[in-house]
């Protein structure tokens, strides 16, 4: 079964760089959800996009910023990086958000792997 | 802001021994899922549970959701190698900020062949 794809799965940047991260929901999923997860640490939500329309907005960074396409492929977009900013970032797609209660289940991507030098 | 508590956040057995990871939400959750990590890898879903008192089960996992639907478990019967992971619960909550998972801290989990 087709699954998460995420672009690049590594990537090296200098600080004060930019970075954009792809992610491509699984075919049918209309949602799409961006997580942060450093070293030994629980995955942060930091945004999601219903429809293209952002949904929910989490601990994300106003360096970041990230939108749907009509094809509901999703791009995180990343600036002025700090050292901090090094983490792995999953995404992860559903098939309708519904309403709270209702089954969405979340899948995640392999993750992309950012290093700040 | 809400929080999913998840303890314990280490825990070492002997294949063939149980383990039950907990976590617990100060406030009712609409939802709980559960994901396994394994080491250099992405969270993978194992289960959504909604009903207050629901229990399931997948082979040797067992799970539940509390009757207030403010905490979850998740017991492993005899653990096997291929158990070793990092177990999430991830809770969803009513209201603003609804699609989003709140992930507990992880319980990392080695057996001990």
């Known amino acids: 079964a087709a699954g998460v794809i995420q672009s690049p799965r590594h990537l090296i940047k200098e600080k004060r760089e930019t970075a954009t991260l792809k992610c491509y929901p699984i075919?049918?999923?209309?949602?799409v959800y961006w997580y942060q997860q450093g070293p030994g640490q629980d995955p942060q939500f930091l945004i999601s996009?219903?429809?293209?329309?952002?949904?929910d907005k989490g601990s994300i960074p106003d360096r970041f910023s990230a939108q749907q396409f009509s094809d509901y492929h999703s791009e995180l977009n990343m600036s002025s990086l700090e050292l901090g900013d090094s983490a792995l970032y999953f995404c992860?797609?559903?098939?309708?958000?519904?309403?709270?209660?209702?089954?969405?289940?979340?899948?995640f991507g392999p993750g992309t792997r950012l290093t700040v030098l | 802001g809400q929080q999913v508590m998840q303890i314990p956040q280490y825990q070492h057995v002997q294949e063939g021994e149980d383990f039950t990871t907990y976590c617990n939400s100060s406030?009712?959750?609409?939802?709980i899922q559960w994901y396994k990590q394994r080491p250099g890898g992405h969270p993978v879903f194992l289960i959504q549970?909604?009903?207050?008192?629901e229990v399931k089960k997948q082979k040797r996992l067992t799970f539940q959701f509390g009757e207030a639907k403010k905490n979850s478990s998740l017991h492993i019967t005899a653990t096997q190698t291929t158990d070793v992971g990092t177990y999430f619960c991830?809770?969803?909550?009513?209201?603003?900020?609804?699609?989003?998972?709140?992930f507990g801290k992880g319980t990392k989990l080695s057996v001990i062949p």
């Open positions: 075919p049918r999923h209309d949602t």
């Open positions: 549970l909604v009903k207050s008192g």
């Open positions: 991830a809770g969803r909550y009513s209201g603003a900020g609804s699609y989003q998972l709140t």
């Open positions: 406030t009712t959750l609409s939802n």
């Open positions: 992860a797609s559903s098939l309708g958000q519904g309403l709270a209660g209702l089954a969405d289940t979340q899948y």
């Open positions: 996009f219903y429809e293209k329309m952002q949904s």
